[in-house]
Every structure is written in C-alpha cells, then in structure tokens.
T-cell receptor, first 112, second 113 residues
Framework: DQQVKQNSPSLSVQEGRISILNCDYTNSMFDYFLWYKKYPAEGPTFLISISSIKDKNEDGRFTVFLNKSAKHLSLHIVPSQPGDSAVYFCAASLEYGNKLVFGAGTILRVKS | DSGVTQTPKHLITATGQRVTLRCSPRSGDLSVYWYQQSLDQGLQFLIQYYNGEERAKGNILERFSAQQFPDLHSELNLSSLELGDSALYFC????????????FGPGTRLTVL
C-alpha cells in the first residue's frame, strides 16, 4: 500500500533551469510533509517541510507547494545547480507524529 | 556529517543468521528511528525509541527487534535472516519525540546470501 507516490523515477534538467519534483499521496489525514535529499553513500538530509495548513513554503532556492484537494505536493528548485543532483524523497506524517511515510524517490540530474 | 554514526557500514551474512546493527545518535538527541530501504523502494519506518522507551512502531517484522540503551545508542537485531531482508538500514535521530528534523546516519548495507 503505497500511500506516498513519486511517479517519476528520474528527472534531468539543465543547470540554471527550474527542477520540479512531484509527489502524490492517498491518505487525506496526512498533515505534515517533508522533502529529503540523498547523495550516494550518505543518509537522507532534510531539505524543506510544509504543514497542511499552508499551501506554500519557501527556503532560498527551494519552494514546496501543497495542493490538498489534489493530494499533491511539488518541490521547485530554482535555479538548479549541478550540486543538486541527488535522490529526492517526499515524506508525509500524521498529526505531527513520529512515523514518516516515504515515497520511492526521484533521481534528479542537473546537467552543466 | 549528520553526527549520527552507524556500524558496520557493510554486512554480508547467510540466510538463517542473526545480526546486530548499531546506531549512535547525535549528542543531545533523545529519539532514535530505524528505517529499511529495499531496492528501488522508499524508506520504510520500522521503529522509534525515545529516551529508552519504544515510542512508535511501523512495519517491523517479528524477527526484528530493537532497543535503546541508557547512553541512548540503539541496536537493531535481525534474526532468522531471509534473502528479502537484504537492504539499506538507516538510523536517524532527533531532539524530541515527534516530527522535528530527523538527522540520518550513513546507513548499514546488509546483504543476505
């Protein structure tokens, strides 16, 4: 039962352009969403989060958008840099609880 | 470097065996979480300990068990290993007991032959 889905296994973007990573979820009770970035041979690193009471959260080059009616969130990276090349995981939790439900990840490649 | 350490980095063992994975959280963090990442899968939450007590349980098999010791390090014990248990096992830690930022260790890659 995949409650959090990242349907694009990979994405390739030119340096300087926008990267858009998408995530869909099925459980309408999720109320907190996070994005993690993972480089090879390292553990995931927290990137940005959003509460279900918001529809947008910005942190520098990273913006997360939440569309509750569509049960969809996206991560925008502008401008994309080669160092952004990594696997990006979307995650969701219930009632600010402890259990994070992760998507399968999207590999982002930023070409210079 | 997240400050979370995991040992060993790699582990190769045979079916039916038992292994122990170890995690040391960041200094000051009271919570430890264990996750399993199988091939092409997202991270699956296994279990959380907070200050020595089990706080939350996810999709953890009965063959698996964990504990958190008084010095706050944690061990994940995997027994009667099967081929399907081959995966990356991540430990994460956080200051409190609910969702704040979780800091992940580099993982232990377990291969069951």
């Amino acid at each position: 039962d995949q409650q959090v889905k990242q349907n694009s296994p990979s994405l390739s973007v030119q340096e300087g352009r926008i990267s858009i990573l998408n995530c869909d979820y099925t459980n309408s009770m999720f109320d907190y969403f996070l994005w993690y970035k993972k480089y090879p041979a390292e553990g995931p690193t927290f990137l940005i989060s959003i509460s279900s009471i918001k529809d947008k959260n910005e942190d520098g080059r990273f913006t997360v958008f939440l569309n509750k009616s569509a049960k969809h969130l996206s991560l925008h990276i502008v401008p994309s840099q080669p160092g952004d090349s990594a696997v990006y995981f979307c995650a969701a939790s219930l009632e600010y609880g402890n259990k994070l439900v992760f998507g399968a990840g999207t590999i982002l490649r930023v070409k210079s | 470097d997240s400050g979370v350490t995991q040992t060993p980095k790699h582990l190769i063992t045979a079916t039916g065996q038992r292994v122990t994975l170890r995690c040391s959280p960041r200094s000051g963090d009271l919570s430890v979480y264990w996750y399993q990442q199988s091939l092409d899968q997202g991270l699956q939450f296994l279990i959380q300990y907070y200050n020595g007590e089990e706080r939350a349980k996810g999709n953890i098999l009965e063959r698996f068990s964990a504990q958190q010791f008084p010095d706050l390090h944690s061990e994940l014990n995997l027994s009667s290993l099967e081929l399907g248990d081959s995966a990356l096992y991540f430990c994460a830690s956080s200051v409190g007991g609910t969702i704040d930022e979780q800091f992940f260790g580099p993982g232990t890659r377990l291969t069951v032959l």
